[in-house]
Nanobody, 119 residues
Framework: QVQLVESGGGLVQPGGSLRLSCVASGSISVLGVMAWYRQAPGKQRDLVANITTGGTSNYADSVKGRFTISRDNAKNTVYLQMNSLKPEDTAVYFC?????????????WGQGTQVTVSS
């Protein structure tokens, strides 16, 4: 069994910063791409950023230059540093991690953490 636990969400004023963490635990043999998604009320879940095992990252246009994704493979952890937060960043943030399951990479999800940007 695999568990993903996110932390670091909360309420922050516009222009503020938050750092999200997601720790994977359980039967983990190989970690693949690690990612952050977000879902605002009434909207679909969108990719925010992802990072490969080699450290190559990719960002949604809306967060480029403000958010930074990183990973610590030794700790099975992915981070999302969010700076210059805007009200439109308000959403539930989910981590998604690819983990080897048998012979295929399967994506596992965390339970989500709420980020609210408001004055």
């Amino acid at each position: 069994q695999v568990q993903l636990v996110e932390s670091g969400g909360g309420l922050v004023q516009p222009g503020g910063s938050l750092r999200l963490s997601c720790v994977a635990s359980g039967s983990i043999s190989v970690l693949g791409v690690m990612a952050w998604y977000r879902q605002a009320p009434g909207k679909q879940r969108d990719l925010v950023a992802n990072i490969t095992t080699g450290g190559t990252s990719n960002y949604a246009d809306s967060v480029k230059g403000r958010f930074t994704i990183s990973r610590d493979n030794a700790k099975n952890t992915v981070y999302l540093q969010m700076n210059s937060l805007k009200p439109e960043d308000t959403a539930v943030y989910f981590c998604g991690v690819q983990i080897l399951y048998g012979l295929i990479m399967r994506e596992y999800w965390g339970q989500g953490t709420q980020v609210t940007v408001s004055s």
